[in-house]
């Protein structure tokens, strides 16, 4: 799997976009995209993911650049609640199962601070 | 919304003993996933199941075993617990054919 290159932390004014930036430099033609996040003592969530296509849903926005070799999550509007960890990762799916069956490597992330 | 439950959020056992960590989902998931978190290691993958009474070896698979009799239910086992098995214990979940991989609260192991 293709190496991450995360900051190790941001800050960000609530109500502004936060953009956390993901450098995949030496990513594959079939691997994916993925972001998650770990709020402090909860388990990880899943954000979005993309192979090549910018990606959008109720939580974020993901853009890729067209050499795929960087992304950029976006939370367009950052509350108190989206301090956290955020992990980005890059996967094969397996081919077993679909890419389900993949178990998932985190790196140590960006430590995303929103203040008031 | 899926929910992935864990048995305790937090456990304290001693040396050598047994101990059962039991992750349930309530989604008819395909897959399930145990991972260890530790400070400055990030996620590790110990064992995966993707059927029942399946199991796969992950990246850190000693000193650990599995248990899947049930769809719903995964089970990790340390059969004699050690200190370097202190830890943050994960459990997920994901169907077979998607890519998200839905998270329970974590149990906070101490072996003392």
């Known amino acids: 799997d293709a190496k991450t290159t995360q900051p190790p932390s941001m800050d960000c004014a609530e109500g502004r976009a936060a953009n956390l930036p993901c450098n995949h430099s030496t990513i594959s033609g079939n691997e994916y995209v993925y972001w998650y996040r770990q709020i402090h003592s909860q388990g990880p969530q899943y954000i979005i993911h993309?192979?090549?296509n910018n990606e959008t849903n109720e939580m974020a926005s993901l853009i890729i650049t067209e050499d795929r070799k960087s992304s950029t999550l976006i939370l367009p509007h950052a509350t108190l609640r989206d301090t956290a960890v955020y992990y980005c990762i890059v996967r094969t799916p397996d081919m077993y199962s679909g890419g389900g069956a993949d178990g998932l490597t985190f790196g140590k992330g960006t430590h995303l601070i929103i203040q008031p | 919304d899926v929910k992935v439950t864990q048995s305790s959020r937090y456990l304290v056992k001693r040396t050598g003993e047994k101990v059962f960590l039991e992750c349930v989902q309530d989604m008819d998931h395909e897959n399930m996933f145990w991972y260890r978190q530790d400070p400055g290691l990030g996620l590790r993958l110990i064992y995966f199941?993707?059927?029942?009474?399946?199991?796969e070896k992950g990246d850190i698979p000693e000193g650990y075993s599995v248990s899947r009799e049930k769809k719903e239910r995964f089970s990790l086992i340390l059969e004699s617990a050690s200190t370097n098995q202190t830890s943050m214990y994960l459990c997920?979940?994901?169907?077979?054919?998607?890519?998200?991989?839905?998270f329970g609260p974590g149990t906070r192991l101490t072996v003392t």
């Open positions: 997920a979940s994901t169907p077979g054919s998607s890519y998200e991989q839905y």
């Open positions: 199941s993707y059927d029942v009474k399946m199991k």
């Open positions: 993309g192979l090549k």
